[in-house]
């Protein structure tokens, strides 16, 4: 009868450390780190945005007096919604190309080896 193994607690993987480890954007560079800014900033804006302009259409339905006047409050809603909608997604592509773009021509920092002449 093979011999019981005693049960550890300690890990048997080996420890990843720094900022690579945990898996944050800051690994990738500073222009990775701008376009994650970038794209944040926009994204909380749109929702602020777009609640206040909830709240606004939530206040009319409510001091609607016919359903016809709902009707009409609701067509402008989602008609605005929709176009919202679309232009956010066209601002937010429009920062992942110029993130990718930026990441592109980003020079290397350090030396070239096949730079040495023989």
């Not at 954007?25 to 777009?50: H, I, K, Y």
């Not at 601002?91 to 040495?116: E, H, V, W």
Request: hydrophobic letters at 45%; proline letters at 5%.
């Amino acid at each position: 009868m093979p011999a019981k193994k005693e049960k550890t607690d300690a890990p048997t993987g080996t420890p990843q450390s720094g900022m690579a480890g945990i898996g944050l954007p800051m690994a990738a560079g500073s222009a990775a780190v701008q376009a994650w800014v970038d794209m944040g900033t926009e994204a909380v804006r749109f929702v602020w945005d777009r609640m206040q302009q909830d709240i606004e259409t939530q206040q009319a339905m409510l001091a609607c007096t016919s359903l016809e006047e709902m009707r009409k409050i609701q067509a402008a809603f989602f008609t605005a919604a929709q176009k919202q909608y679309a232009d956010e997604a066209a601002k937010m592509l429009d920062l992942m190309t110029k993130a990718t773009a930026a990441g592109l021509t980003a020079k290397p920092k350090g030396r070239r080896y096949d730079d040495i002449p023989l």
